[in-house]
């Protein structure tokens, strides 16, 4: 019989990636997490027997799950919700997303964790788009507490080999353009997220941050907005807060609206 507070593998993939997302705690063994080092977008690793340690770093719903979602998701969901903190286990645990073909993060693609677990990047200051979209996909895919650093161009570098970040979307780096892809291109990809809401997305993107509006009629909009909030916001974080909502719109459009049109007026007398 199924947990009274359990959430099916369709569930959590349609609030994957999007603001309403909880925290994801993966509590598999070493054993198995040895046998597939990959982790449900947004988790972070949790050890069961330490829940002292790391519960009050949980703020707000969250799901948990382990290799079949029996044990140790039903004690620690249990525990937690003691502890008045919503929770609910995953039905089938990792397994079953797996088997169900949902994106995986590869953890040896994680950036350098700070002490609170936090990933660190570093970039150019004054984004436009692939500045933005790169960390609207961490904070909402791989991270949601991501930390990102904005400094002058040529301090990038120096910036994350001292605080020990990884650099992004600046030439000679792993995370940047490779041919014809930009840097959100490649974190769909080295991130296992090719899913097909985010590859359309990606095609979006690309077009505005590489003056190929031909491949996608919405990117001049993207562009256009892009521009538009980089002179409204003189802080970059400022700029990426608000970033964050035009690009959760563009997603939800690429993963449910695409089909929908629009007209006015909608009806007509006499038709």
Known sequence: MSSTKAI???????????????????????????????????????NADCLKDWIGSVNGPSIVYCQQGHKLSEGIGALLRANGLPAEILEGGFEAWRDAHQPLIPVDKLATTKSDGRTIWVTRARPKIDRIACPWLIRRFVDPNAIFLFVTPSEVLAVAERFGGAPFDIEGVFWSHR?????????????????????????IVRGADTSRPDIAPEAPGLLAASLGLSRMFADDLDQLDAGMLLYDAFYRWCRDATGETHNWPHTRPGV
């Open 8 to 46: 099916s593998v369709d569930k959590l993939a349609r609030l994957v990636g999007t603001p309403k997302c909880p925290t994801l705690i993966d509590l598999r063994t070493e054993a198995d997490f040895e046998e597939d080092q990959r982790l449900i977008p947004s988790a972070r690793r949790r």
């Open 179 to 203: 041919g014809d892809l930009c840097t959100f291109d490649v974190m769909v990809e080295e991130f296992g997220l090719s899913i097909k809401p985010l590859l359309h997305l990606a095609t």
